[in-house]
């Protein structure tokens, strides 16, 4: 048979071919398997005694390509989503919810990676302040042993302070004592010494006195012997 520009095989034969160059891929598609069956519908009514045949292959064409999810409009059943489709639609959504859980996997990886990071900070920090408590705590327990070494020297020091302090007393109390010894011995002293300078005044006296008298029987006696000197012839 010869195909005129006319011919409805020619037709069909470009539809497909426009649809297949439009869409870029050879994967199945709507568009396209909606030509297809419409081609099909178109031929069965010139196939004779396999028109029945036909129109149930093609039913079961349908059964077996399209769903029962609807696209726009339940007018016919090319108005019903593919199967392919729906699981292009699927791998679209596995490969968008892929990309979204990698995205987010990467993210959650990094955002574990820095909270690691942090947590080795911290577990460095924890660990450095866990030593700087260890030297305070070596320190505290120095210092107490040093405060213990000090608390026993100051209690031998406040023994020898009593204890001086009672000897300073019992020394204190015999210097009073000898103080007052000394300040009788020398009350008697005084006392004496003021009887001394009594006895003196007094022998000063005496002796000024007798000598005032010897001097005066002196005169007198001197006087008379030259009186009787000049009376002798």
Do not use: W
Not at 63 to 69: C, H, L
Not at 79 to 85: D, K, S
Not at 179 to 205: A, C, G, P, W
Request: net charge negative.
């Amino acid at each position: 048979m010869v195909l005129s520009a006319r011919s409805p095989a020619l037709q069909y034969q470009v539809k497909l071919l426009e649809d297949e160059m439009r869409q870029g891929s050879k994967r199945p598609s709507h568009t396209k398997t909606k030509i297809a069956t419409d081609i099909i519908k178109e031929i069965i009514p010139h196939t004779g005694v396999y028109k029945d045949v036909l129109s149930l292959v093609l039913n079961t064409f349908h059964e077996a390509i399209y769903s029962n999810t609807l696209t726009s409009s339940a007018s016919d059943c090319e108005t019903y989503l593919p199967y392919f489709e729906m699981v292009f639609r699927l791998e679209e959504e596995r490969h968008t919810a892929a990309e979204a859980l990698k995205d987010e996997s990467e993210q959650l990886r990094s955002e574990v990676s820095k909270k690691m990071h942090e947590s080795e900070n911290f577990e460095a920090k924890i660990s450095e302040k866990n030593r700087k408590i260890d030297e305070l705590v070596k320190e505290v327990e120095r210092i107490k042993s040093e405060l213990s070494e000090k608390d026993e020297k100051i209690d031998r020091l406040n023994y020898k302070v009593v204890k001086e302090s009672r000897t300073t007393a019992a020394i204190q109390e015999e210097m009073r004592s000898q103080q007052q010894v000394f300040e009788e011995e020398l009350n008697d002293k005084e006392e004496e010494l003021d009887l001394i300078s009594t006895y003196k005044d007094e022998y000063y006296d005496m002796q000024h006195n007798f000598f005032n008298y010897s001097a005066k029987q002196v005169r007198a006696a001197l006087k008379c012997c030259h009186s009787n000197r000049d009376v002798l012839p």
